[in-house]
């Protein structure tokens, strides 16, 4: 299974031969005779400025499906996913989902990245009764489309207030830098509110552009207006880039970084700027715990480093859902919907044996902290 995942990785994840028996589009029967795969949809970033991300959910996808098909698939069937890349673009989500909903041999489907790529699909695969899993969609909003739209992230109104905290806790007047999209102007709500509950001061905040390259007058703006602590709200790119303009401005204050931020990515655009920077995550490699032991173990034999929270997002997703499909009354989409909302004790390597709540949410989720030192995310005594 491996080498025939590492040949498709460059663009679509799966088996050459993908021949499902096809019933009626839309009516739930769809699921395929019991000698056909498994099959589930995944839209994401493969190439674009999101392509790291997309790479993070492959590795943590080979990973699942080397351990649930090596064990002997899902009743005897294997797992296979189709990975379309959406490039993090909404228009290409949209599209994806169209030929996803249309393909009777998908059962279900995890992505986009984002939540704005996410949402403006989300309609579309409520309408054709398809599950959209959203494996790391944090907007609060982001299953109010309806029943068949799932989130094992966590929600911005959570982290946003997490990551305001303890924020506030290395310096009183905070600079925050959010990404100028939905998913960043929704949090910057949460964040400014927090700030405010906890007696602190907000002096300044922008959103930017994911595309823009000069950061430097809005970090020189945040340094006259006398910010002790500066929050990024953005990804792995732009924020390596705001750590290194802000070196170059003189805005030498401590610099706490969002959970998107967990990435070798970052460390690799960042270098010596991002040295020092917090963040915070759900899923740690290092956590003492016998079922991420495991993961990390063997995602460490097969690519030579440990996962982030992003691979084990990943992980987690094909794992849940072909738990959903071995667990679920009828074998068809409505089957595993039903599973994955009636279910307990669904696997987590994040989270443990969880359960969904009525909103298809992951409840009371903890934080690990972590600093960038020596080059690598390190866990912090300072935040947790």
């Known amino acids: ?106 059962l279900a489907v995890m992505g986009d990245f984002s939540s704005a790529t996410s949402m403006v699909a989300s309609p579309l695969y409520q309408r054709g009764g398809l599950t959209q899993l959203g494996i790391t969609n944090s907007h609060p909003d982001f299953t109010t489309t309806g029943d068949y739209i799932f989130a094992t992230s966590i929600t911005q109104e959570v982290e946003g207030r997490e990551v305001a905290t303890k924020t506030g806790t290395l310096g009183e007047n905070i600079a925050v830098f959010y990404l100028n999209t939905d998913w960043g102007t929704t949090a910057f709500d949460v964040i400014e509110d927090q700030i405010a509950e906890d007696g602190n001061n907000l002096v300044y905040s922008t959103g930017v552009e994911e595309e823009s390259t000069d950061f430097r007058p809005q970090l020189i703006e945040a340094r006259d207006a006398g910010a002790d602590v500066v929050l990024y709200y953005t990804y792995y790119s732009s924020t390596a880039l705001l750590a290194k303009q802000a070196d170059q401005v003189g805005l030498d204050v401590p610099e706490v970084a969002v959970s998107s931020n967990y990435s070798p990515e970052l460390l690799d655009l960042g270098g010596e700027a991002v040295e020092d920077v917090y963040l915070n995550t759900v899923f740690f490699p290092g956590a003492d715990d016998p079922a991420v032991t495991d993961f990390v173990t063997r995602f460490n034999d097969e690519f030579g480093y440990d996962p982030n929270s992003f691979a084990a997002y990943a992980y987690d997703g094909v794992k849940q859902l072909a738990w959903a499909a071995e667990n679920a009354e009828t074998p068809d989409r409505d089957g595993l919907r039903n599973a994955l909302a009636d279910g307990s004790d669904i696997p987590s390597v994040i989270f443990g044996p969880t359960t969904f709540n009525d909103e298809r949410r992951i409840d009371d989720p903890t934080f690990t902290w972590l600093q960038v030192q020596d080059g690598d995310f390190v866990q912090t005594d300072d935040l947790n």
Do not use: H
């Open 1 to 106: 299974m491996t080498k025939r995942f590492r040949a498709a990785a460059a663009a679509v994840i799966a088996a050459s031969a993908l021949a499902a028996t096809a019933c009626a589009a839309g009516d739930g029967s769809s699921g395929g005779s019991s000698d056909d795969p498994i099959v589930l949809g995944a839209s994401g970033p493969l190439t674009g400025n999101q392509a790291e991300y997309g790479k993070n959910w492959q590795e943590g996808f080979q990973i699942a499906l080397d351990e649930i098909n090596g064990d002997g698939g899902v009743n005897g069937r294997d797992v296979e996913i189709k990975f379309e890349d959406s490039q993090g673009e909404a228009s290409q989500a949209t599209t994806i989902a169209q030929r996803f909903v249309s393909d009777d041999s998908v």
